[in-house]
């Protein structure tokens, strides 16, 4: 990966936000307050503004800008949680390019910033069931040789599987928790915005 | 969707001015989302308390802000937390050097964002306390949730933590002060109708007519379990139940009480509801040494209300009658 790559990654996730941005709203009004969709096209479409012209010389700096701009845009749990984990796979990105070792190291400091910041665990019912098993895709890819678009690609799969097995989940943090066994039979909202996330990496690498 | 906007993307920018226009004793920050006292900050030396939330709740926080209650308070946009940039704005512009307390609901992005401010705010040499308020019953706190959450009582401990920081008390005191207050509050809330939020277009739920949600928070998310709607005696039954199980109250206990309006419910009804809180309450003996009725917290344009039981010692009910001149609560000036 290098900068202008990490530049299309961002942009591509702000177009998959404004594609979807209703039906995570939607989402969300199930178990939530009705917004994640709106939050999130506020963010990303103030990432895309701060990212378009800025001169970078290593791979992170676009990331950590994108992740300084949703912190400073979203509110909500979600501006702190992806601001984090932009922040943390950015700052783990400290040259021109990155390998997909690299870029797997740095996936997994995202993930930890996040579960640090949130405090949740697989199972919970939030980001992190989408989050979790794309980085261990992704580095199993590339454990096995697998080259940046097989490990992307095995990544948007995991994230999308582990959205998926959310359904069925009582949420244990967030505001869906409060639902208690009224969360359980709908979809978490932010492990499909996380599953959007990945997909845009996999579509973006393919290119 | 009907609501008296101009557009959903400007609804916040645009009640910010009108605060502005109406409110010349406040100063509104249009660029940074804060609203301060225009009279400068607070006394010489005196802590700063600052608020914020989610918009979609007013008064709360911007109509809490004047002498006795809150130096200033951070706006998000609807039902979203303040990002935080505005927190550290506002700390900026309001320590005197005494530090600042920070009063932050109960929910994952308030506390997050705070947290993230407090981090910010520290970096700048401003000391900072945070008091975070956890008061609604109809969650349980445990480690399957992420907490109770901060309602009703965020109004208690901003009237009396800011009549004792208006009192010249040191950070310390004013904070431990606040957590006195919040935990010694309860409160329990149930809807008749879901909220609209202006970018969602559309009610948060679906409620059929003779249907209530019971245990909901301020955010138009459906409550604890659903259930025919009931008698208001009924209602308030369930809400104390609650309520006192949690915090038991014994004949002679003192309490301030507030029925609150949750957007679109009349006075005329709040008043039916407080009489039957009155009626049990003083059946058990317990005194409602002070109350408030009306709407303080609100969930948009949901109907509904709740109901929230502080047990007031001596100094907090002297800390609720000092001096109060802010947009949404003014007494004794």
Same mark, same amino acid.
């Given at each position: ?19 979807? #941005? ?49 912190? %400073? ?17 950015? $700052? ?20 930890? %910033?996040?579960? #640090? ?7 919970? $019912? ?33 994230? $999308? ?11 244990? $943090? ?8 009224? %969360? ?24 | ?111 997050? =964002? ?11 040499? &401003? ?9 609604? !019953? ?96 009924? &209602? ?49 003996? !317990? ?7 009306? =709407? ?28 109060? =001149? ?8």
């Amino acid at each position: 990966m290098d900068i202008d790559l990490a530049r299309s990654w961002v942009q591509a996730i702000a177009a998959a936000v404004d594609q979807h #941005k209703d039906y995570l709203t939607q989402l969300d009004s199930a178990i939530g307050d009705a917004d994640h969709g709106i939050n999130m096209h506020r963010g990303f479409s103030a990432v895309t503004t701060a990212v378009a012209n800025m001169e970078a010389d290593i791979v992170g700096a676009v990331l950590v800008k994108a992740g300084t701009t949703l912190i %400073s845009s979203v509110g909500g749990a979600s501006g702190p949680l992806y601001g984090s984990a932009f922040r943390a796979i950015g $700052k783990a990105l400290d040259a021109p390019t990155a390998d997909p070792q690299q870029f797997a190291a740095a996936l997994a400091a995202g993930l930890q %910033s996040v579960q #640090k910041l949130g405090a949740a665990a697989p199972g919970d $019912k939030t980001m992190i069931d989408a989050y979790a098993p794309a980085v261990a895709a992704f580095q199993l890819q590339v454990d096995s040789g697998g080259d940046f678009a097989a490990a992307a690609g095995a990544a948007a799969d995991a994230a $999308k599987e582990g959205m998926r097995a959310t359904t069925p989940l009582q949420a244990r $943090k967030g505001r869906s928790s409060y639902l208690g066994a009224r %969360s359980v039979g709908h979809q978490d909202p932010g492990a499909t915005s996380t599953a959007l996330i990945f997909r845009a990496l996999a579509e973006t690498v393919a290119r | 969707m009907k609501k008296l906007i101009n557009s959903p993307e400007t609804v916040l920018d645009e009640a910010l001015a009108g605060i502005a226009a109406a409110h010349p004793e406040l100063r509104v920050d249009a660029k940074n989302k804060v609203i301060t006292r225009a009279d400068g900050t607070i006394r010489a030396g005196g802590v700063a308390l600052i608020s914020g939330g989610g918009s979609g709740h007013e008064p709360l926080h911007g109509g809490f802000v004047g002498p006795g209650m809150l130096t200033a308070a951070c706006p998000g946009e609807v039902f979203t937390s303040p990002v935080p940039d505005q927190m550290l704005a506002a700390a900026q512009a309001v320590d005197s050097g005494a530090g600042v307390l920070f009063i932050v609901k109960n929910y994952t992005g308030d506390v997050l =964002n705070f947290q993230m401010a407090a981090e910010l705010a520290a970096e700048e040499g &401003i000391m900072v306390k945070t008091v975070v308020v956890d008061d609604d !019953v109809a969650v349980q706190d445990s480690t399957w949730t992420a907490g109770r959450r901060g309602t009703g009582a965020t109004v208690f401990v901003e009237k009396i933590v800011g009549a004792l920081a208006e009192q010249g008390a040191d950070l310390a005191a004013v904070a431990e002060m606040g957590r006195r207050v919040n935990a010694c509050s309860r409160s329990f809330a149930v809807a008749l109708t879901a909220c609209t939020a202006p970018a969602a277009g559309k009610p948060g739920f679906d409620l059929p007519e003779d249907e209530m949600e019971v245990g909901v928070g301020i955010h138009g998310e459906p409550g604890r379990r659903r259930d025919k709607l009931r008698p208001a005696r009924e &209602i308030v039954a369930t809400a104390l139940e609650a309520i006192l199980a949690d915090q038991p109250l014994a004949a002679g206990d003192e309490t301030i009480v507030m029925v609150n309006g949750l957007g679109a419910t009349p006075l005329l009804e709040l008043y039916v509801v407080f009489n039957e809180v009155a009626t049990a309450l003083t059946g058990q003996n !317990v005194v409602i040494a002070r109350s408030l009725v009306g =709407n303080y917290v609100t969930s948009l344009d949901m109907a509904g209300v709740s109901i929230t039981v502080c047990k007031a010692d001596a100094d907090m009910l002297a800390l609720w009658d000092a001096p109060v =001149n802010t947009p949404a609560l003014r007494w004794g000036t």
